[in-house]
């Protein structure tokens, strides 16, 4: 344990054979902040000496090594750290481990371990949209990545990121899977890796081989709950539901009341049809507007629940003063408000939401054409709207975008766009083959928490009322 005080810091260590909770040593480390880096050596050769561990020459150096001299350099690299390893990719986490990260390589250019650091968020932050996936954030991570490398190049962290920028931002999963074996030799103990190896085992459709991955970087790290959350999330891709609960269940024991591991029970229970359990789980949360995933599953439950009168007030205030560092979400987050005021009944309403939100949207898509919830957002919004040959295209250009093939995981996701472009447009035969073809295989989803399509959904979802009376459906 740690504890902090103005520049001093306490560190507290105690040795434990868990086997029969006999305690074996304990020491007790005062020092200035400045010196924080031998306490961490003094501390790892300590408890190698109590285990009698023969440390070689090379695990020598690699216990002394400083990673930067800069203490404040290092408090901002370990603030983003901390951002990074939160359950959910948000927004809000994102723009906060890259605000610090930046930092930290301001503070310490040759500060090789933060480097790869802001390589890793800013790559996964485009895989995930978290910030706006534009060319200029793939350019950064990789000049991230790049500068890492050069400044050492046998840094373990280095090289995993340089793969996780092949995986996430140019999915060339080969090279990916490369670099993730050459960084496993030089980092024997981290979970990234088989975690890494997880992730893309996942977006090439290998379901049973990131499973096991998965399971292998749980014992390496059991606390992780980033981790924990992505494999809860491939069971969700699976409609594996009740284990997926498990393992969000696992989160909540560590962080307990995390709002995003409750948001994502409750959409589990909104595609399993149980709307009173979804309820009592969202109704006591109140997210940020840069908390989107979490905003628009409330709002998912009021139209589910066909009462979003309730949502609507919310909606608006926050869309009064919005966030422009937020992006497109915003516009996202007005086709929203469209769709619940469409199913409140105040048509006119709907149309001037949606017509805002088509407008705030399309400029975003010159910058990001590749961007298929962005394309995925305005499709569903040009639908709203009534302009049918413009909401298939642009379902059709998400489809092409990115095919299954390339991406296992979000591949599915463009196509549930399309069923519900049909199911709306009077294209009853489309929307039934695209939704036979969704509920065959995993998926994400095309709306908020990215659920799979479920047959429960399909009885709730407002937009699927035209196909209401067709025996098909």
Known sequence: SVQKSGDAVRVNVQLIKAANDSHLWADTYDRKLTDIFSVESEVAKAIADQLRAKLSGQEEQIIAAKPTDNTEAYDGYLRGLAYSLKTIDTPANSLGAQKYLREAVRLDPKFALGWALLSYVEARSYLHQTLEPTAALREDARQAAE???????????????????????????????????????????????????????RRRGQWDESESYFNDAEGLDPRNVYMLTQHALSHICLRRFPEALRKLDQVLDIIPDDLDTLVEKAAIAQAEGDLSRASALLGPLHPAADDSTALETQVYQAILERRPAQIIPRLKEILAKPDPGLGSSNGELRFWLG??????????????????????????????????????????????????????????????????????????????????VAAQMGEPDRAIVAIQKLLSMPATGALASGLPLTPALLRLDPMFDPLRHDPRF
């Open 147 to 201: 500068t890492a490398l050069t400044l050492q190049p046998n840094l373990g962290e280095a090289i995993l990121t340089k793969g996780y920028y092949h995986y996430a931002c140019l999915k060339d999963y080969e090279t990916a899977v490369r670099y993730f074996e050459q960084a496993r030799r030089l980092l024997p103990n981290s979970s990234r890796i088989p975690e890494s190896l997880a992730l893309v085992a």
């Open 339 to 420: 769709w619940a005021q469409e199913v409140s009944g105040d048509h006119a309403a709907a149309q001037e939401s949606w017509r805002q939100a088509r407008s705030e949207l399309e400029p975003f898509l010159k910058e990001q054409p590749e961007n298929i919830i962005l394309i995925g957002d305005l499709a569903l919004t040009n639908m709203g709207l009534g302009d049918k040959a413009a909401a298939f295209a642009l379902s059709e250009r998400a489809i092409a975008t990115m095919p299954i093939e390339k991406d296992a995981i979000i591949g599915p996701a463009p196509i549930e766009t399309l069923a519900r």
